[in-house]
């Protein structure tokens, strides 16, 4: 995606690894070292997993596609807290990330960057901000007084901004007030996604699509239609930069590409 970008060679060996392991539907257990990074699927489930109290794994088959498997991570905000990280310039692979951030239950990538990897879009990191923000289009995960959000930028207010102590934002908005938000043609190729959700509970869901997933519309659409209950939802950097760990499943799902921005998720 954003970013400088590997080889075509690393891209395609890389993605018929995925494909491989996916056909093989493999579960790939964390090893030390390098190692532990390696693409990993888990076996596939149409129901919530518990992993822990507040924190649920599941996969989906988008149109019963295996290429377009989504992944999410549900979890419950009462019980788990979130914080954006940014090394601005400086970005890392999955293992580095999780090297800086040992004690993160769960990693995703987050905003859309530039060819110097500033963020686009805000950050927002232990209340410091950097970038400039997405007024109208998009959406942002917010944390405000220790409560985690899923908000569509053109309905936010400022002041709910401007007291957030971590936010990530992207685009474009995907689901809002539980309706298919995105119907843009522009975008229609598949790509791997990455996108972040907040339900009718008011838990924030983490979703992947590690191989090659739905359209942005076609997945608009899926979340919005599905039982996950979805009341907001925005897109995140995808493609080469799609990258999640969760660390009690051991699994491990590397970009292609270092990014300099990513969500942690924290046992509270």
């Known amino acids: 995606m954003a970013g400088n970008t590997q080889s075509v060679c690393w891209r395609i060996l890389l993605l018929t690894l995925l494909l491989a392991l996916s056909a093989c539907s493999m579960h790939l257990k964390a090893l030390p070292g390098a190692i532990a990074d390696a693409p990993s699927t888990a076996i596939a489930s149409?129901?919530?997993?518990?992993?822990?109290?507040?924190?649920?794994?599941?996969?989906?088959?988008?149109?019963?596609?295996?290429?377009?498997?989504?992944?999410?991570?549900?979890?419950?905000?009462?019980r788990y807290?979130?914080?954006?990280?940014?090394?601005?310039?400086?970005?890392?692979?999955?293992?580095?990330?999780?090297?800086?951030?040992?004690?993160?239950?769960?990693?995703?990538?987050?905003?859309?960057?530039?060819?110097?990897?500033?963020?686009?879009?805000?950050?927002?990191?232990?209340?410091?901000?950097?970038?400039?923000?997405?007024?109208?289009?998009?959406?942002?995960?917010?944390?405000?007084q220790s409560r985690a959000a899923v908000r569509a930028n053109s309905s936010m207010s400022h002041r709910e901004l401007a007291s957030a102590q971590q936010a990530v934002q992207g685009f474009p908005l995907l689901v809002e007030k539980g309706e298919q938000a995105y119907f843009g043609q522009a975008t229609q190729q598949r790509a791997r996604r990455t996108a972040i959700a907040e339900d009718a509970a008011g838990n924030i869901?983490?979703?992947?699509?590690?191989?090659?997933?739905?359209?942005?519309?076609?997945?608009?659409?899926?979340?919005?239609g599905s039982d996950l209950e979805i009341e907001t939802a925005f897109n995140l950097d995808g493609g080469g930069s799609t990258l999640m760990a969760v660390r009690d499943i051991d699994y491990f799902q590397p970009s292609f590409d270092a990014v300099p921005a990513i969500l942690a998720v924290y046992k509270g």
């Open 46 to 78: 149409s129901e919530w997993t518990v992993i822990a109290a507040g924190l649920e794994w599941r996969e989906i088959s988008h149109d019963n596609d295996q290429l377009a498997q989504l992944k999410l991570l549900r979890i419950d905000p009462e």
């Open 205 to 224: 869901l983490i979703i992947s699509a590690p191989l090659l997933g739905p359209t942005l519309r076609d997945l608009s659409a899926f979340l919005a």
């Open 81 to 144: 807290f979130f914080r954006a990280k940014y090394s601005p310039g400086a970005p890392h692979s999955l293992a580095q990330w999780r090297a800086r951030e040992p004690e993160a239950a769960a990693i995703v990538n987050a905003n859309f960057f530039d060819p110097s990897y500033q963020a686009l879009g805000l950050v927002i990191s232990d209340g410091e901000a950097y970038g400039s923000p997405y007024l109208e289009r998009g959406g942002s995960f917010l944390v405000n």
